[in-house]
T-cell receptor
Framework: GQQLNQSPQSMFIQEGEDVSMNCTSS?????WLWYKQDPGEGPVLLIA?????ELTSNGRLTAQFGITRKDSFLNISASIPSDVGIYFC?????????????FGKGITLSVRP | GAVVSQHPSWVICKSGTSVKIECRSL??????MFWYRQFPKQSLMLMAT?????????EQGVEKDKFLINHASLTLSTLTVTSAHPEDSSFYIC??????????FGPGTRLTVL
């Protein structure tokens, strides 16, 4: 089946630093999504990417849809303590009736004050 | 916009009882909703796709008679865990898909079966 690879499993950074997370796949996806999940809560959509090569920003977050459609990255600039959480990438390879998302395993981000 | 709610946020029940979880899209209509379960420190596992006005589509290995899904309206889907057992204890999360096929997630329901 389709898989999304996120690594490492955990990242530790200092407050104020920038951090980049990658998500890769052997399959092509038509949509890439990045979610953040806090403990005990549901994932919150950060950025949605719909077109190969697309670069989208949301405040301190920037994400890009890889030109090959097999990868995406998320950058967080000037990290703050509330950036702590689990970051999931998700991809969709079809639309309409087959619009299931495939999730990566997530990266747990820790930010040291 | 794009707010999805779940009720209850947590529930504790005795083994053998049934538990119903509601998922509502508050400010948009969703012909498709999804139900996931998540174990500690793991990713989301899709259980089923809920389609308004038709039967849900279950993922392989998910028992449809145990996890009953009803998508009665464009803003409400329910998941009923029937005859719950301790191994059903988990974090259940729903999502609702808007017109752009973007999924927005609910806050989750923590189910503990004693």
């Amino acid at each position: 089946g389709q898989q999304l690879n996120q690594s490492p499993q955990s990242m530790f950074i200092q407050e104020g630093e920038d951090v980049s997370m990658n998500c890769t796949s052997s399959s092509i996806f038509n949509t890439w999504l990045w979610y953040k999940q806090d403990p005990g809560e549901g994932p919150v959509l950060l950025i949605a990417l719909y077109k190969a090569g697309e670069l989208t920003s949301n405040g301190r977050l920037t994400a890009q849809f890889g030109i090959t459609r097999k990868d995406s990255f998320l950058n967080i600039s000037a990290s703050i303590p509330s950036d702590v959480g689990i970051y999931f990438c998700a991809g969709r390879s079809a639309s309409g009736a087959n619009s299931k998302l495939t999730f990566g395993k997530g990266i747990t981000l820790s930010v040291r004050p | 916009g794009a707010v999805v709610s779940q009720h209850p946020s947590w529930v504790i029940c005795k083994s053998g009882t049934s538990v119903k979880i509601e998922c509502r899209s508050l400010d948009f209509q969703a012909t498709t909703m999804f139900w996931y379960r998540q174990f500690p420190k793991q990713s989301l596992m899709l259980m089923a796709t809920s389609n308004e006005g038709s039967k849900a589509t279950y993922e392989q290995g998910v028992e449809k008679d145990k996890f009953l899904i009803n998508h009665a309206s464009l803003t409400l889907s329910t998941l009923t865990v029937t005859s719950a057992h301790p191994e059903d204890s988990s974090f259940y999360i729903c999502s609702a898909e808007d017109i752009t096929d973007t999924q927005y997630f609910g806050p989750g329901t923590r189910l503990t079966v004693l």
